[in-house]
């Protein structure tokens, strides 16, 4: 039988001891063992530490976004190969396109988050703060990266996207990590993880793989780490209490199953779009993965005099879900994970028929196609039926990981919140319906408990991804029963792996520390305009004073005609009572256009184009008479990566643009973008 092996210490090792089977979920057949005896926990996390963590370190955010998109183009281009092993943890074609091509997605969307970072191997969180009177002493934050290492253990119903969806965080944020997948199903993790390696994209240090027990990994952690964790609630609760965290104060995000909820609309009755698309989604939600999902629907919350046309309704499509081999044509549901989770599910669903009916689905008669039965790990929808919520309450404490739900009646909106409130805290919720006054109700009362709302309805129903799937750029987690936790959530996520320290001093030494230029820094001055340099050649605070321009009622006048912005501010005196202003202002765009003309050089150089405008603010009126001059200086540069081997090497400055009136006082801030070509090409 094959032994599954680990990554660590920059090799490939199969533990020393026999180690826990994997079975084929559809088939029953033994896959592998795995086993983690003769692993170093503490050398593996000394070894990311300071090997990986100070590889990564080194990098920028732009580069570790263009290693995530290698990757990503990489493990895209070997899914087939990811597909035919994930067959064997019972998931049909559609379930692993969520779990491999969804992960791979994560490495993507992270990618291209790169951009909202400076290329720097740190970052700057807010804008600075002015302490003191003449602006010689701010403050700002910096967030740098954690000289510790992301410990992952991941749950068994997502292998890939479980993992990868956490790494490409951390990796962007520049921290290594040791990945623990729930050992069920880590055959097929550790199938990625091996070409993830051979890639040789990563650093090295970057990721470790233990496929067998990380029993006592805890036992090592330092302040500097960050462990997360996905599986269930009582799990979650005991390793969050670990000594080793609470005395090293370890960030511990808990992303724990929970019982999600939807609810349907009272405007939603049978014979409109959103009640049927209420059906397809709860039925999706029900069957997909084998309801073996983290934000699985497990309580349907419909009005009460809809509940026995939902029940009809939902029993048909549940009905023509054909249970069987993934590999067999017409296959919409496959296996639980193993045999252990289908005996789980089944003492669970036990339970639950103690205080509620089954009104869909047999634990024992139903069909499977192109497998045995009794080999695989198969389990028939079910769907329970509870008249009375409020009083029998199983519903909202235990739950079936698996295709089980249950139907439940509510009289009003505050009926439903409340329901959906009993829960004790859910990863996700959604409420279906195209009452916007309802919606709004729903949400603003119902969101303190849940990490994710979802409003369905027809406007956005043919691109919406639906209930079950966490969005990279989206928070994924939730409050009480749900961990308590956050991850993902585009640039929020990447916070969880800095640190954010306050500096205070000049804002000449910030501007050298941040690579950013602050406002009252210093000036550097140069012979050149600075139009006339390459990229490599500019300098954070490199400063061209303009020569001034005086502004006249003909002016305004032209640029009102030009532009046709002929608002009253701006061309009629006698309406300016009870506003602002003293008499006829120019446009601010006219001053902003104008301070273009001052600061720019026409003759061709490296300045390619004008890439955009960024915060820009009309701080004072500008009266006729009045004369503006601009100090234009290099805030903040950014390295671009070639598309293509014929593409111009360039990157992107950022240009503080900074227009001032006879006083010397601001009159209008903004920052331009230029892109700026490189005088090395490539």
Known sequence: MKKLENYALGKWISGEDEGQIQYNAITGEPLS????????????????????????????????????????????????????????????????????????GNLFAYASLR????????????????????????????????????????????????????IAVNLLAGVPAIVKPATVTSFLTEAVVKEIIASSLLPEGSLQLIC???????????????????????????????????????????????????????????????????????????????????????????????????????????????????????????ALAGKAQQAEVTEKIMQLAQTQEIIFGDLENFEVVGANKNSGAFLSPILFLNTNPFKYQDCHNIEAFGPVSTLMPYKTIEEAIELAKMGKGSLVCSIVTANDALAREFVVEAACMHGRILILNADCAKESTGHGSPMPLLTHGGPGRAGGGEEMGGKRGVFHYLQRTAIQGSPTTLSKIMGQYQYGGKFIEKEKHPFRYYFE????????????????????????EL???????????????????????????????????????????????NYGIDECRFTKP???GSTVGVR?????????????????????????????????????IATILTMVKKKKQE
């Open 33 to 104: 063992m795995a086993g983690s005896k003769g692993l170093d926990f503490a050398e593996m996390m000394h070894y990311a530490r300071t090997i990986g963590g100070k590889a990564l370190r080194k990098l920028t955010f732009q580069e570790r976004g263009r290693m995530l998109k290698a990757l990503a183009l990489h493990l895209l281009d070997k899914k087939e190969i990811f597909y035919k092993i994930s067959w064997g943890t019972g998931a049909t074609r559609n379930d692993s396109w969520v779990d491999i091509e969804g992960g791979i």
């Open 115 to 166: 951009r909202q970072f400076p290329d720097e191997t740190f970052c700057y969180d807010g804008e600075a703060a002015k302490l003191s009177k003449n602006g010689t002493f701010i403050g700002h934050h910096i967030c740098v990266p954690k000289q510790g290492v992301a410990i992952h253990i991941n749950a068994f119903n997502f292998p890939v996207w479980g993992m990868l969806e956490k």
């Open 212 to 334: 067998g027990s990380a029993n006592g990994i805890l036992d090592h952690v330092i302040n500097q780490d960050v462990v997360t964790f996905t599986g269930s609630a009582s799990t979650g609760k005991m390793l969050k209490a670990h000594p080793r965290l609470i005395e090293e104060s370890v960030p511990f995000n808990m992303e724990a199953d929970s019982l999600n909820c939807c609810i349907l609309g009272a405007d939603a009755i049978p014979g409109t779009p959103e009640f049927d698309l209420f059906i397809k989604e709860v039925q999706r939600e029900m069957t997909t993965k084998a309801g073996q999902k983290c934000t699985a629907i497990r309580r349907i919350i419909v009005p009460d005099n809809l509940i026995e046309e939902v029940q009809i309704a939902l029993g048909k499509r549940l009905a023509s879900t054909i249970i069987g081999n993934p590999n067999t044509e017409g296959v919409r549901m496959g």
């Open 537 to 560: 050649e500019l300098e954070i605070g490199q400063t061209l004073i303009t020569q001034k321009h005086t502004v006249t009622l003909e002016n305004i006048e032209a640029f009102a």
């Open 563 to 609: 532009s046709g912005d002929k608002f009253y501010a701006h061309m009629d005196e006698n309406s300016l009572d009870e506003t602002i202003f003293t008499g006829r202002v120019a446009h601010g765009y006219y001053i902003l256009s104008k301070a273009a003309g001052l600061f720019v050089d026409p003759p061709k150089g490296p300045v390619l184009l």
């Open 622 to 624: 500008v009266y006729p």
């Open 632 to 668: 234009f200086t290099c805030k903040e540069k950014i390295d671009q990566e070639k598309k293509t081997p014929d593409d111009i090497a360039k990157g992107i400055v950022k240009w503080l643009v900074d227009i001032y009136d006879e006083t010397g006082e601001t009159v209008a």
